[in-house]
């Protein structure tokens, strides 16, 4: 049974979705790139995360054709440059977005990053393109826990639907305070680089000796521990991006996973938390 995490009321999700960065930059894996997300979605992984940024927008355009004809079978998040974060850039830059992914709204928009630009202006921004009806909840990324309580104590700043952060068994420093406190006030996390990019972001993760012996013992692969080791965490979402059918295919089959406290106690201790507040890690 897959597990279903209650993000909004009207939606519940999949607590596995589908990220798009590095999609749209290359033709020749352009009809690989549609499949596997077209797969995905057949497989119930509906969440699909873009941006502007990705490919200069080349990623939505694979993600428009990924979801021709089944747009409301997808919940489609999207994200504006810090640069673009407030007044009529904000707007402009939503609807080339919404232009791009050949859709007349975005189920959540979230700023990437915070820039130089007030989050009050950004607030407002989001406000007025929810009343426009081009976005129907708007979220942040990569913002650490100060930055969250600067947006707690902004008119309208906690009306903000998600957190969009780099959380993997590797890096585990949003433990310390930014997850228990997303957690507290019910704000959904979504978890980018679940895969810390397939070992990339940290070497000897995906051939750890712990890692490969739980993975044989349970039948599975290090990929699938890692994405339910992230997912078991309380409001957490993994967005692993897949560019083969055969890699969607096994992150699908991660939700039908399951780890006992042993098992996660195995993981962690391969790969303790900090235990003390760090910087947010960032890609
Ligand atoms: P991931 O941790 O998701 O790793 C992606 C890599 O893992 C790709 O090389 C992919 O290969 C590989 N992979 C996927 N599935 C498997 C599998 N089952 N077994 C082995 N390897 C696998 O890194 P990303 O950086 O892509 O992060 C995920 C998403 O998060 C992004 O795509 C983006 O949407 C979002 N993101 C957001 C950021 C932000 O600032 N808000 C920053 C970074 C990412 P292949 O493509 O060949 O399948």
Redesign the pocket.
Known sequence: MAKKISFYASKPLPAIGQ?????GENPTQHADEVH?LRAGIDLGLTLI???EM?ADGGAEEVVAEAISGRRDDVFLVS?VYPWNAGGQRAIAACEGSLKRLKTDYLDLY?L??RGDIPLEETVSAMQQLIEQGKIRRWGV??LDAADMQALWNIAGGRECAAN???Y?LASRGIEHDLLPWCQQQQMPVMA???????G??RSGL?NHPALNELASHKGV?I??LLLVWVIHHDGVMA??????VA??K??AAALDVVLNQEEIAVMEKAFPAPGRKTPLD??
């Open positions: 990220g798009t960065w590095y999609m596997a995360d873009t941006a990705y994200k979230l990437h990053w990324s990569n969009q952060v780099l993997h980018y680089c679940p895969l810390a990019q397939a990339r972001l995906m692969t990929a699938q967005i692993p991006k897949a560019g083969s890699h969607v096994e992150n960032m890609v």
